[in-house]
């Protein structure tokens, strides 16, 4: 398979409404996933640090913490089981185990709005190139050396794309009102 999306390093892909309405099942899920990617950056946009630390209630979950979590599933997923690459830094030192459930969220705030949107952006275009290198190979019955497919890992990113873009759309409103389902046109891809 030599499916083309326009990933050039360090460039989004391109848009392409053809593809969004009437894309293969590989078309139809990576642009699925960079959509939600798309609107994912939207909501932690122009934001400053307060914002990027606020929470909502009893949750640990913040505006930050959601940019290095999904930094970290990034990695997890694209370049760990899909490449079988090594992660990057901050990533390089961690223990799933024992790293999992709290590090995105108790360490995000000793980072800079900009240095959290610069390390998801980075793992983000990481991201795209291993999964184009996947697809040169083939389709998205191919599977990771632990035996999971392509299909399900994008599935996975999807899922937490989505779950996680509820929680940054209801901190963002919460931080200044800003609301919507989608970004301006004219919002940049990550």
């Known amino acids: 398979m030599t499916t083309d999306f326009g990933f050039k390093p360090g460039q989004p892909p391109a848009w392409d409404l053809e ?7 590989v078309e139809t899920a990576v642009i699925t996933l960079e959509r939600n990617r798309r609107t994912f950056a939207w909501k932690c946009a122009d934001v400053d640090a307060e914002a990027f ?7 640990t979950v913040t505006l930050g913490g959601l940019l290095k979590h999904l930094a970290w599933v990034e990695e997890l997923y694209f370049q760990r089981r899909l490449a079988g690459l090594a992660p990057v830094a901050p990533f ?6 024992q790293d999992w459930d709290e590090l995105a969220w108790t360490t995000a705030a000793d980072s800079t709005p900009d240095e959290l949107r610069a390390l998801w952006v980075q793992t983000v275009h990481r991201s795209r190139e291993s999964l184009t290198a996947a697809l040169s190979r083939g389709g998205l019955e191919q599977t990771t050396e632990d035996g999971m497919s392509l299909r399900r890992i994008l599935a996975d990113l999807i899922e937490e794309y989505a779950r996680h873009t ?6 963002r409103e919460d931080v200044d009102g800003a609301t919507g ?3 301006p046109r004219d919002f940049p891809l990550p």
């Open 181 to 183: 389902e989608g970004p």
């Open 92 to 97: 390089d030192d961690l223990d799933f185990e």
């Open 19 to 25: 593809r969004f309405l009437r894309g293969d099942e």
């Open 53 to 59: 630390t606020r929470r909502l209630g009893a949750s």
């Open 166 to 171: 509820g929680h940054a759309d209801l901190l």
